[in-house]
């Protein structure tokens, strides 16, 4: 079923209007009236639709049924992100957004090479979230991921260990699984932190391990910084049940 | 520790000779004499070396140790993707051989958009080849997954389905999950098909089935056809203690 977003305040109780981009959208896909169609508020809640009217730039719906949003993930996970060089964050924001992360943080760590100045940030970060928008669509999530960028690895830190369980990824790690970490404790929310392409400094590792970070390996292979966060995200869905 | 690929015919037991692109990589890395290297002969057999001689075009080593490869994965998983479009393919072949894959299949199914012709495609295997062995060497490999092209699905059905486990998933699976069919029975090889962009049809899915094949879900979510096969293949890596 076609899946548009809307904010949260036009998400009325029993008829909405799509307009702008998502009229737009309707049109190409030739929605027709009596057609069924979900609407999500980005933020996890979403009303099955029936399409009542249709006029230029305007698609007025008629609200059948409101509901959770299915196909949300039960634990949150949030994916860490040194910044890395090239169009690679867009790519882990895409691909992470499909696997169901409930946000995509990006930091920079002493051995980043790329660090987006503020004057090119404003511009990126909306770029960043319309392509995790645009992969929720696809995937059919009831909510989009929030790109968030932090000043420091500090910063980082301080916001990843706010989850119930705060994991980073280290190639030097050898005896601690992902597997034994995850096999421990309650947790409702992740954080997983992975470095850039140089690697996260050992101080860092020990910064991490002293703020209550759960230190892993990913195994025996050395993976790339855009590899490392899709396969610990893939491991963490796979653990809690989703598939 | 550098790494370096040799046929098996050129791992000899007490001395070896790089050669070709292998001597322009010393080289560039400026490799000394006494430095100690390893080299794999791409089939899970390495040996720990010392540098002996450096002369143009040829750098002498002295076999210290002789191995197998402590970085291949305990079972061994083949990839089985639909041909898909653009360079995807290129996409999963470098991220699963990363994600330690000991092979990667591509075949044809009636939804694929995108279909080499037989004179595109030795020189497409050539290159697809080429990146499953630079992968190999950057993520510590002791093997270079092969990369195979089969004919049809028939052909896909027939080979997936000699491996000790072999599943396909499709998107309209809603009950059976991956963990409930790896939680089943002994496997050392294990099989994972995935479709194209548009999905596999119904009938190909039946048909699988009837081969013998477990038909599972990878979560609520849809994903893209190239982010499938990975999540699927970092899912199997850590069920089976990987990570």
């Known amino acids: ?18 307009t702008g981009e998502n009229a737009k959208h309707a049109k190409v896909l030739r929605l027709k009236e009596g057609e069924e169609v979900l609407v999500c508020d980005g933020q996890g809640s979403e009303c099955l639709c029936a399409v009542s009217d249709i006029s230029e730039g305007q698609i007025s719906l008629v609200v059948k049924h409101r509901q959770e949003s299915q196909t949300e993930a ?9 910044f890395p060089k090239g169009d690679k964050l867009e790519h882990v924001i895409q691909k992470a957004t499909e696997l169901g992360a409930c946000e995509i943080v990006a930091f920079p760590s002493s051995r980043c090479v790329s660090r987006p100045d503020d004057k090119s940030l404003k511009k990126k970060l909306e770029r960043w979230q319309k392509i995790a928008a645009s992969a929720a669509e696809q995937s059919g999530r009831g909510a989009i991921p929030e790109v968030v960028v932090l000043p420091s690895y500090t910063e980082a830190l ?4 706010r989850a ?3 994991i ?7 005896a601690v699984t992902l597997k034994m970490s995850l096999q421990t404790g309650d947790y409702r929310t992740v ?3 992975t470095g850039p392409e140089g690697g ?4 860092e590792v020990e ?16 993976l790339r910084c855009e590899t490392a966060p899709l396969c610990a995200l893939s491991a963490v869905m796979y653990h809690v049940g989703e598939f």
């Open 1 to 18: 079923m076609t899946r548009f977003f809307v904010t949260p305040e036009e998400m009325l109780p029993e008829f909405l209007v799509l």
């Open 74 to 82: 039960a634990v949150r996970v949030s994916v860490y992100m040194a």
């Open 158 to 161: 301080k916001r990843a260990t």
């Open 164 to 166: 119930d369980k705060a």
């Open 168 to 174: 980073l990824f280290y190639e030097n790690e050898r």
């Open 191 to 193: 954080s997983l932190l």
């Open 200 to 203: 996260l400094e050992a101080s």
């Open 207 to 222: 910064r991490a391990k002293e703020a209550g970070m759960d230190i892993c390996t990913l195994g025996k292979r050395i």
